[in-house]
């Protein structure tokens, strides 16, 4: 019997670039879906290489410690070559097809399992972290720089649960806690989907989503372009990426910290 599910949930970009129209439904009805082939072998190879030295020279600035990942953000501002991997305009144009409207960067992230890490990046949701307001929708594309077998750490997505905003902000860090928060998701379907280096994955910022531990030798290099609504201001709540800047609540998250990639 020919399998169906999986035409649904992904497709490879078309010759113009873009993705068919099923798949931005799929998108909007799950809230995940997997695109493959957004890198050519050898953009991987470019940006791999980009990525690992960027790691071995900042490992110890980042933000997780607790072993779950190396998680290093706005590599775009300081490193040239990963500056066209989080600014590429195909990637923000499909971004933008899923989404239905003009998106920023909110930040990028290098997100590494290091290899064996053995530790899993629990059940969240994004957006509850974000110091974001007057925003009408946020998502990831979650780009593959090595394969990503279950084994070495690929996601796993809770359908529709895009839907299910106003929830405090969870810990990634217990297996529980988003189930606590509301324990209708703990008996949802759950979705894993492997990548081959170069596909992606773009989830809407409200999906539930976990990652599997790295139980492999090799580590899990993974680079996330996070785009927000270009109409987005500042919430006033503190977050990494805005205290530096000291904006006023209220302040459009604009200019050239917060470019439009597509446009
Ligand atoms: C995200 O990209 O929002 C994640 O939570 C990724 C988790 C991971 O890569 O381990």
């Keep these: 019997m020919e399998n169906t599910a999986s035409l649904a949930i992904e497709s490879d970009l078309d010759s113009s670039g873009r993705i068919p129209g099923e798949l931005v439904d799929y998108y909007r009805q799950n809230g995940f879906v997997r695109v493959r082939g957004v890198l050519q072998p050898e953009e991987v190879e470019h940006f791999r290489g980009a990525a690992a030295a960027y790691l ?5 600035e980042s933000l997780e410690k ?8 706005n590599v775009w501002q300081r490193d040239e070559t990963i500056r066209d991997l989080t600014l590429q305009p195909g990637l923000a144009a499909v971004a933008e097809q ?59 997505f809770l359908p ?3 839907n299910r905003t106003g929830l ?12 606590e928060v509301d324990p209708s998701l703990r008996w949802l379907p759950r979705v894993t989907v492997p990548l081959r280096a ?15 531990p790295n139980t492999t030798d090799l580590a899990r290099l993974a680079h ?3 785009y927000i609504d270009a109409n987005t201001t500042y919430s006033g709540h503190p977050h990494v990426i805005t205290d530096p800047l000291h904006l006023p609540p209220g302040a459009p998250l604009n200019g050239p910290t917060f470019p ?3 446009q």
């Design 56 to 60: 071995e020279q900042h490992r110890a």
């Design 98 to 156: 899923l989404a239905g409207i003009p998106l920023r960067i909110w930040h990028d992230q290098m997100l590494v399992k290091e290899p064996h890490n053995n530790a899993a990046t629990e059940f969240h949701q994004d957006r509850p972290y974000w110091p974001h307001a007057n925003d009408r929708q946020s998502l990831s594309a979650w780009i593959a720089l090595v394969d990503v077998p279950p084994e070495r750490g690929c996601m796993t």
């Design 160 to 162: 529709g649960t895009q």
């Design 224 to 226: 996330v372009n996070i």
């Design 198 to 212: 170069g596909d992606c994955t773009f989830h809407n910022s409200y999906t539930g989503h976990m990652a599997l």
């Design 66 to 73: 607790a072993g779950v990942f190396s998680q290093l953000v």
């Design 260 to 262: 439009r990639p597509a």
């Design 168 to 179: 405090r902000p969870q810990d990634l860090h217990s297996e529980d806690d988003l189930f």
